[in-house]
């Protein structure tokens, strides 16, 4: 089509035309200089890395090219590479191992779309290397690098994508140089990669316009709430057959990913639940609303940032004054917010829940452009400010650690395909025959609706009575929900054997599955315990207040029993609905004491802590209950040894933990268009306890009798062929010949190992939940006989789904199965994310309230003090990882760990050839503590 435009003749005027004259000759050695250039680069068309040249070879050579100038190793990253390397974490962190060993490996051949840090690369997997106790994935980037990166930085996955032969031909990352047979089979590689980009930008192009009300179709109908989409959900709004090309798919995956504004990536795991916030129309408007702002230079922003630096120095001082004080705060009657000030206050709120670096950061520019505006922040203008700007605002009480809690409502779960249960079960389809025997006519059966509990006991005719047998219930002074105790039964005519016993309350004598309670405990998962708080997974009802254990009188619980040899082996079992009356509170380190059993793996660095926990009181342990944990103590070690002698291995490692001691912290006040005057601090204790903690006293007395119920209840229901969800962890891969076997030299009695042994000799086996009985190789239990949850009903769900699942099959053991095959495998799905997550979440919440601590403890003591140089001459770094280098600040750090604090840090400011050793240990000094969603500490050698 020819585009006709008309237009107006007209003449020259002389004066202008003397004028382009002139500049024209200024401008012609410029021009032909540029024509000198475009000559000169025609005619080296045809060497490599010049251009795609018309003839076939060209793309061979110039990814030749590529190749080799890849495997330069002084060649300087590109600055995208630079940003993916400055923000990976490659170091090795135990409390992160299991999540990282639920990961599988990715499988050589495999497309991979690598994001971080808002750089985002695509390649081929070549091979996965073990480093420092994980897995290292080495990726041919398009651009010709073999690239490392762990499997949590993957968002896209295309199994496949090339032959695994080819890619075996393709060298390795310990290759010093490349013969010319890999770089022809890293070119080959490159060219399938690059058709591959090529059809996703021609896909992306022809569904552009589809997409661009993505946003609208997406977002929640009330303006306030966000609203959660997979990639598939959202490709099915623009697809109507059945399948979803792959290329469909990508796109819209790109298209999520590169709108943050209005879509915001899973930020845990995401490969595993490819699943996007979408944001509130309420958000949106917001950002949009401060992005405007900002560019307009709008003059509202002049009077907030004035109003700004009085009140954040006002704070300031305010803290100063009152730094020893309790928590409490105030409104500010003299300052008043306009609906202007409130919205930016609205995007600083949100901006504080945007920690996912996989996205461009919507908010940086406007949050950085008002930070500098209010100049009383020295160096960081990114996300870490949004967390004290609204503390001296006074919006957020500095009191309220920025980590994000949430969990998945029952209706997200029910959309996700987890619907607790679809049949309708009646008040009396469960009861067994035995259980009508009465001549009365039974009553009608109804169905049971989301607020009904059951009107009776169901398992009544099955429950065993002990009568006045005690069960110790044994836990910490402050625990509210007691699900379990324990009692001896010893065996006169077999005096080589006894039954232990483990009493678990039973929260399904009274809640069935269909109860709404039940689908909230889905969303939920588990009670969330926190620092400050915690959030019981069962509500506080009369019908749910009797379950907890250790009250006076009759209790219904389900019982686990072992009958356990002098080897410490299991050579029978029961399960049985049973009736407990004579249970008995004890604490842990009351316990401890009365068994002489002193309590080992915690201290205190800081010093004059223990005076805030309770002190320990023996003689609250009666004689006979003396004896018989004794005798339980005995059984429990044989179990602990028979399972050493299978091969149980765990790791020993410090971990920091703050206490919370004002009992009742203020609440959080409504944000109104006031400002509030904030107040002192909690007091804080800090401690650092060691894993191996677990396992002495009392504490190892409890713990291995609900491994013994968790492996029964596996047994239970393996021996009846019912299908249930199992903890599996699969055993550890060398990686230096004879690594497994100076581990298992190296382990103490209860199975424990050195942290940095395990990290450099093997790899961790995967962990996840699975429906088979597999192994538990961390825990020494044998493949076929299986470990699961079955010891925690009131405070995980699992383990109640457990309880159902066995109760059901013994009152209709001929009755199809409560739970089927396929939703216990999309639960297990779903735990294996969730678990992960929370673990992730409460790690961030405990390093920011230890980081918090340590930084005001280093406040409090300035430099010079005798107390601050001697803390200083404590502190000693173990270096886990090799240095890596730091294209942000230039130069190379090494993560580590500081033992005596149980924290994580970076020794920074390394020269190249300063290597540190992993193991190694170094002292340092602290140059810089960030505590936030995601806090850190900066050492430095000393």
């Given at each position: 089509m020819v585009l006709l435009v008309s237009q107006t003749l007209r003449l020259p005027n002389p004066q202008a035309l003397a004028r382009k004259e002139a500049v024209s000759r200024d401008i012609r050695p410029g021009r032909d200089h540029c024509q000198g250039l475009v000559s000169a680069a025609a005619k080296k068309q045809n060497k490599a890395g010049w251009g795609h040249p018309q003839h076939y070879e060209?793309?061979?050579?110039?990814?030749?090219?590529?190749?080799?100038?890849a495997a330069n190793p002084h060649r300087i990253p590109t600055p995208?590479?630079?940003?993916?390397?400055?923000?990976?974490?490659?170091?090795?962190?135990?409390?992160?191992?299991?999540?990282?060993?639920?990961?599988?490996?990715?499988?050589?051949?495999?497309?991979v779309e690598i994001r971080r840090a808002e750089s985002s690369q695509r390649g081929v997997v070549v091979q996965n290397i073990p480093e420092n106790g994980v897995w290292t994935t080495y990726s041919l980037l398009s651009g010709g690098e073999l690239w490392p990166h762990r499997h949590s930085d993957v968002m896209f996955y295309i199994p496949d994508f090339v032959d695994r032969d080819l890619v075996s031909r393709c060298g390795t990352k310990q290759a010093s140089s490349l013969s010319e047979h890999e770089i022809a089979a890293r070119v080959t590689v490159l060219k399938r990669l690059r058709n591959f980009e090529i059809a996703a930008e021609h896909s992306s192009k022809e569904m552009i316009y589809q997409l661009r009300d993505l946003y609208d179709k997406l977002r929640h109908p009330d303006p306030d709430k966000a609203a959660t989409v997979t990639v598939e959900q959202a490709a099915r709004l623009l697809i109507d057959g059945p399948q979803i090309p792959l290329l469909t798919r990508f796109a819209v995956h790109q298209y999520l990913f590169a709108k943050s504004r209005y879509f915001t990536a899973e930020t845990f795991n995401f490969l595993a639940r490819p699943v996007f916030a979408v944001r509130s129309k309420q958000d949106v408007q917001t950002i949009e609303a401060v992005d405007d702002m900002v560019a307009r230079r709008d003059p509202v922003l002049d009077g907030f940032v004035e109003k700004a630096k009085v009140l954040v120095r006002a704070a300031r001082k305010r803290e100063q004054d009152t730094w020893s004080e309790p928590p409490s705060y105030q409104v500010d009657d003299s300052t008043t917010f306009t609906p202007a000030e409130l919205t930016i206050l609205r995007f600083f709120r949100i901006a504080l829940r945007n920690n996912r670096m996989t996205q461009r950061d919507p908010f940086l520019p406007s949050l950085s452009y008002l930070s500098k505006r209010i100049g009383l922040y020295e160096t960081d203008y990114g996300p870490?400010?949004?967390?004290?700007?609204?503390?001296?605002?006074?919006?957020?009480?500095?009191w309220v650690d920025p980590v994000e809690r949430v969990h998945m409502s029952a209706e997200e779960n029910m959309s996700g395909g987890l619907a607790l249960l679809s049949s309708r079960l009646t008040r009396d389809e469960l009861s067994s025959s035995s259980a009508n025997t009465s001549a009365a006519r039974p009553a009608p059966s109804v169905p049971l609706g989301p607020e009904d509990f059951y009107s009776r006991d169901l398992a009544d005719h099955l429950r065993h009575d002990f009568g006045n047998t005690p069960v110790y219930v044994i836990d910490d002074f402050d625990a509210n929900e007691l699900d379990d105790g324990i009692s001896v039964e010893r065996i006169p005519s077999e005096p080589e054997h006894a039954w232990l016993h483990v009493h678990v309350a039973d929260p399904t004598s009274v809640l069935p599955p269909t109860h709404r309670i039940a689908r909230e405990a889905l969303g939920q998962m588990s009670s969330l315990y926190y620092l400050d708080g915690s959030i019981p997974m069962l509500p506080d009802l009369p019908q749910l207040r009797g379950l907890s254990l250790g009250k006076t009188g009759e209790q219904c619980v389900m019982t686990f029993s072992g009958k356990i040899d002098q080897e410490g082996n299991i050579v029978d079992y029961k399960v049985t609905p049973s009736i407990i009356r004579n249970a008995q509170k004890l604490r842990y380190n009351d316990v401890s004491e009365a068994l002489g059993s002193p309590l080992g793996g915690i201290h205190f660095p800081f010093g004059g802590d223990e005076s805030l926990f309770p002190r320990s009181n023996a003689s609250s342990v009666g004689e006979s209950a003396v004896d018989d944990l004794r005798f339980v103590q005995k059984i429990t070690g044989t179990m602990v040894k028979a399972r050493v002698r299978n091969g149980a291995m765990e790791y020993n490692w410090p971990t920091a933990t703050v206490k919370i001691h004002s009992k009742s912290l203020p609440e959080v006040p409504p944000i109104t268009n006031r400002p509030y005057r904030w107040s002192g601090f909690p007091k804080l204790s800090f401690r650092v306890e060691e894993t191996r903690l677990q396992e002495s006293g009392a504490r190892g007395i409890v713990a291995e009798s609900a491994r013994m119920a968790n492996r029964i209840a596996s047994l239970w229901l393996r021996d009846r062929d019912i299908p249930a969800i199992r903890r599996v962890s699969h055993p550890h891969m060398e990686t230096i010949p004879g690594g497994s076997q100076r581990l298992m030299e190296a382990r103490d009695e209860h199975g424990f190992v050195d942290y940095s042994l395990i990290h450099q000799e093997v790899i961790l086996g995967t962990v996840a939940y699975e429906l088979t009985p597999g192994p538990h190789a961390v825990l020494g239990v044998a493949d076929g006989e299986g470990y699961m949850r079955a010891t925690s009903p009131l405070r995980r769900f699992l383990d109640?789904?457990?309880?159902?699942?066995?109760?059901?099959?013994?009152?209709?053991?001929?009755?199809?199965?409560?739970?089927?095959?396929?939703?216990?495998?999309?639960?297990?799905?779903?735990?294996?994310?969730?678990?992960?997550?929370?673990?992730?979440?409460?790690?961030?919440?405990?390093?920011?309230?230890?980081?918090?601590?340590?930084?005001?403890?280093?406040?409090e003591h300035k430099e010079g003090s005798p107390e601050a140089e001697q803390f200083e001459r404590s502190l000693v770094a173990v270096v886990t990882n090799v240095g890596l280098r730091n294209y942000y600040h230039q130069y190379w750090q090494s993560p580590c760990q500081i033992w005596n604090l149980g924290l994580k840090g970076n020794i920074i400011r390394l020269e190249p050839t300063a290597a540190l050793k992993v193991g190694g240990r170094v002292h340092v000094k602290i140059d810089s503590i960030e505590p936030g969603i995601t806090s850190s500490m900066s050492l430095v050698r000393r």
């Open positions: 060209g793309e061979t050579r110039r990814l030749t090219e590529a190749v080799k100038s995208e590479l630079q940003t993916l390397l400055a923000s990976q974490d490659l170091s090795f962190d135990p409390l992160s191992t299991e999540n990282v060993a639920r990961q599988q490996q990715l499988q050589p051949g495999a497309f870490r400010i949004a967390q004290p700007l609204l503390v001296e605002l006074g919006v957020m009480p500095p109640i789904v457990t309880h159902w699942q066995i109760k059901h099959a013994m009152l209709t053991p001929d009755a199809p199965r409560l739970f089927p095959t396929e939703w216990l495998q999309n639960l297990a799905d779903h735990a294996n994310w969730w678990e992960s997550r929370q673990k992730a979440t409460l790690r961030s919440h405990t390093m920011y309230w230890s980081y918090k601590y340590l930084e005001r403890w280093l406040v």
